[in-house]
């Protein structure tokens, strides 16, 4: 496989895998941190990073807009819960830098 289709299909599963997220939202960023060890949040941190690796400005609410499909305040007023004790608990007993 040449460099240029592995892209391609890199850049297609990670589509799709913003999509996913964007569609589950009954799925908690403190589910996925407990189960996967990174959440929407950090994905979005993960593409303003590599974007700035490339000379690419993002500003932080504009990647997490990228992810979440919508402005990240607008999200969490839709779709965000209040984690409960037991997912807190899982958390801290993970050890997540988380911020």
Known sequence: MDDRTKTELEAAAFRRLV??????TDVQNIDLMNLAGFCRNCLSRWYREEAGKQGIEIADPKAREIVYGMPYDE???KHQKEASGAQ???FDKAGHKHG
């Open 88 to 90: 807190k608990q899982a």
């Open 75 to 77: 999200w969490k007023a």
């Open 19 to 24: 999509a996913h997220l964007q569609e589950r």
